[in-house]
């Protein structure tokens, strides 16, 4: 049986606001539309990773509004326990607003409200979460002492740990030796290193670097060049499955997914490599995060076709 994947992370209403393309400073342009869905890096890859076939769990915090109370019925229905769905009394739930141009090319910034008061006592007291866990997972839109709780105790309990180290910002060596699977895109590589990305020559330099600090695997995703993936042993670089993006927003949170779920089931790293691409790259052919992720089949019968 594969095992339990735990989401620590963030649960965010996404307002998407279709544009004509990106605006300059102190211009004003119309939209054509606006979407509401359901998003969050933390919740878009704990519901990417269910869809996927994976036994999940999440721990979040929401705010005490209408939002809130929406998102944690729907995470529910989703068929993610109610024990990690945590409750703010005073801050709202985290909002983002999601720029997306006619290439399928997005902008976001994100309000956190209930997503910045996600504390290292709230996962203390959730321990319990962590005895069943095979496999842990983390982003960068909750605090980063709440990231480096979640890892520890992930490791003190066995767990493989990934970490999508989104939005970017450095990371210490005692935070990246606790991690197992880092994944980076090219951006995030940067900021975590230090070293310029000019093209895929790059990558390897780029990759010892953070292998030098102490993560244990690296993942650099290259959106439609595909991922270049490197360990102390083994070095692969793999394509990008080619689509028509509408919409990008959710990409990395449905490799995210599918890495998770393969390595939940022990497969091996190629074979699980191919799953997460399949998995981003399907999830750039509908509109908006959470509605564009795959389920297991969609994406089966997806690579079935690409073989």
Known sequence: MNKKILVLGSSN?????????????????????????FGGKGANQA??????G????????????????????????????????LRDRKLPTGIA??????????????????????????V???????????VFISQLEVPISVVRMGLKMAK?????????????????SEILSLIDYLVPNELEAQTLTGLKFEGEKDLPKIARRLLSR?????????????????SREEEIRMRAFRVNAVDTTAAGDAFMGGLACTLSEGRPIPEALKFANGA????????????????????????????
Do not use: C
């Open 13 to 37: 209403i996404d307002l998407i606001l279709r544009i004509p393309r990106f605006h300059h400073p102190g211009e004003t342009i119309m939209a054509e539309d606006l979407v509401a869905v």
């Open 47 to 52: 519901i990417a990773s269910k869809r996927l």
């Open 54 to 85: 994976g036994r999940v769990i999440f721990l979040t915090k929401l705010g005490n509004d209408h939002y809130g109370e929406s998102y944690r019925r729907y995470l529910i229905e989703n068929g993610l326990p109610a024990r990690g769905l």
């Open 97 to 122: 607003l999601i720029e997306l141009n006619p290439d399928g090319e997005n902008r976001i910034i994100v309000s956190p409200g209930a997503n910045g008061s996600l504390s290292v006592k709230d």
């Open 124 to 134: 203390q007291e959730a321990s319990g979460l962590w005895e069943t866990a095979g």
């Open 156 to 172: 003190k309990h066995g767990a493989l740990t990934l970490l999508n180290p989104s939005p970017p910002v450095p990371l210490s």
């Open 214 to 230: 102490g993560t244990k695997n690296v993942v650099i995703t290259l959106g439609p060049k595909g991922l270049y993936f490197r």
């Open 280 to 307: 981003g790259a399907l999830a750039t052919t509908k509109l908006g995060a959470q509605p564009s992720l795959p389920s297991k089949k969609e994406l089966e019968k997806f690579l079935h076709k690409m073989v």
